[in-house]
């Protein structure tokens, strides 16, 4: 199914989003989209290994006010003037990535790119200049995918613009390869929410094909978000892009041991795939086969037999080149056991009372993970564990939501508890950090939206 097209119903942030685009084009925007951020309720840093995972998109979004011109060229502003305009011809879209975080209009580059690429020669006639506002209210580097929902709607503009009308499926996909221009190796769960998410429900996201199954969450829970005022840009450090290369190495180094070509296995979902084993069989096997001492790069070089020159080509990134110290046991053992976490959150949503029971076990598997990408996968932070500590009297589960490192957790919450938790935080976490006011974006409830949309005026 095509993204929907619907008539705007004229509102305060269109109006100021029409003003805004009115002062600087001189003229009405001929279409919007917005697509939203999302919670990843389970299934952290699984989707790139190629695991089903849990997300459910955010009233957060990015909504872009959109109108076309004959001149190939690209005019893209924000409404946040903290950030600055830019402009380019459609032929000279490049993204040069540096030592720091890109710069914010790269992430819309990512999109526009992936659709230009796409084009065959007939669609390249429909090609249109774009003048472009951004506004954008998803907490940035939080781990609530606002990267990904400016690279979809980026894409999004460009092809309904182009006149272009893909499958969500296919924009999802197109989007989550384009985003790796930005330099991270993401797994496609951010844009196939952002494109897939019905409001009203959690989606269980599977890959390879993309497909999405409708997640019943139980009526009682309430679903709280909790910044911990720390981000980390994920494209601005290789930390996320080391990760996924320590799933590699673990699925390349066992698949060498199990006499399997490994240079054909990039996930740990490959491997499962290839060995023919269930989530427990491979527990055993890591435990079996990759020692708790972490690699260094020699280490790994010896162990698949190959040279450094071939391993920076066939395993790492151009960010991961430089590492010396790879944790492969622990890696792999999140990943396969949040695997498990995400089947029995799933089963448990679908065929649970939704009573208390359903929350206990359901809030049970969230406090696993939070543990699990804590001591296993060292992607917490010291402000998250402190809320994940804080909110263990209020919620059945607290856990970090999104890579880490700082960003936000997700607590699942009965109603009664909401209110007590969120003032527990500000007394015990915020204004002890000096915040004082401004609670509401911080600290807030969330319930599943729906995904991307275009709209028009008439
Ligand atoms: P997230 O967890 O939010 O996806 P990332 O580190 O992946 O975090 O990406 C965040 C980056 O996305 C920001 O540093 C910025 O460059 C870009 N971005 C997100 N939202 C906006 C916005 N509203 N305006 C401009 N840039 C944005
Ligand atoms: P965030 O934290 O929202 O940028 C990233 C990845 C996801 C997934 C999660 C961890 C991208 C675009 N996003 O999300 O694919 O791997 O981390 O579960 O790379
Ligand atoms: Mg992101």
């Known amino acids: 199914m095509p993204v929907e097209i619907r008539k705007l119903s004229p509102n305060e942030k269109s109006d100021k989003i029409n003003a805004a685009f009115f002062g600087i084009y001189k003229k009405v925007p001929e279409f919007y989209v917005r697509v939203p951020g999302r919670v990843n309720l389970i299934g952290e840093h699984i989707d790139y290994c190629g695991y089903g995972v849990c997300p459910m998109a955010l009233e957060q979004d990015m909504f872009l006010a959109v109108a ?38 790269q992430y819309y580059l990512c999109g526009l790119k992936g659709i230009l690429e796409s084009l065959n020669e007939s669609q390249k006639n429909h090609i249109k200049g774009l003048q472009v506002v951004v506004s954008g209210t998803i907490p940035q580097s939080a781990g609530l995918s606002s990267s990904s929902a400016l690279v979809s709607s980026a894409a999004l503009s ?77 494209a601005a450090t290789g930390d996320f892009n080391c990760r996924v290369v320590e799933c590699r190495l673990a699925a390349q180094i066992i698949a060498k041991k199990q006499e399997l070509d490994w240079r054909k296995i990039k996930r740990l979902g490959d491997l499962q795939r290839a060995l023919g084993l269930n989530l427990d069989e491979m527990i055993v096997l890591v435990k079996a086969s990759l020692r708790e001492m972490p690699y260094s790069k020699d280490d790994v070089i010896q162990e698949l037999n190959t040279t ?117 935080l500000i007394q015990n976490f915020y204004k002890p950090l000096g915040v004082t006011d401004g609670f509401e974006s911080i600290v807030f409830t969330t319930a599943p939206k729906a995904g991307a949309c275009i709209y028009t005026n008439s």
């Open 158 to 234: 460009a092809a309904h613009a182009f006149k272009l009308s893909l499958p969500k499926e296919e924009l999802a996909n197109l989007c989550a390869a384009c985003e790796r221009y930005i330099g991270t190796q993401g797994g496609g769960m951010d844009q196939a929410i952002a494109y897939l998410a019905k409001e009203g429900c959690a989606k269980l996201i599977e890959f390879e094909p993309l497909r999405s199954t409708e997640v019943k969450l139980p009526s009682d829970a309430v679903f709280v978000i909790a910044h911990s005022l720390t981000n980390l840009n994920k």
């Open 308 to 424: 450094s020159s071939l391993l920076d080509t066939v395993s790492l990134t151009p960010n991961t080149r430089d590492i010396q110290r790879f944790k492969l046991y622990q890696r792999a053992l999140h990943v396969f056991n949040e695997a498990k976490r995400v089947e029995e959150f799933f089963n448990t949503c679908q065929t649970g009372s939704g009573g208390e029971a359903t929350l206990i076990t359901l809030g049970r598997l969230m406090s696993e993970s939070h543990q699990s990408l804590r001591d296993l996968y060292e992607c917490s932070h010291p402000q998250l564990d402190r809320i994940v500590d804080l909110a263990k009297e209020f919620s059945f589960g607290t856990r970090l939501t999104g890579a880490g490192w700082g960003g936000c957790t997700v607590s699942l919450v009965a109603p009664q508890n909401v209110e007590k938790m969120r003032n527990a």
């Open 68 to 105: 076309t011109t004959n001149e190939k060229r690209l005019i893209l502003y924000n409404f946040d003037q903290k950030y600055e305009g830019f402009e380019c011809e459609l032929d000279e879209v490049k993204i040069t990535l540096t030592d720091s975080a890109p710069r914010w209009y």
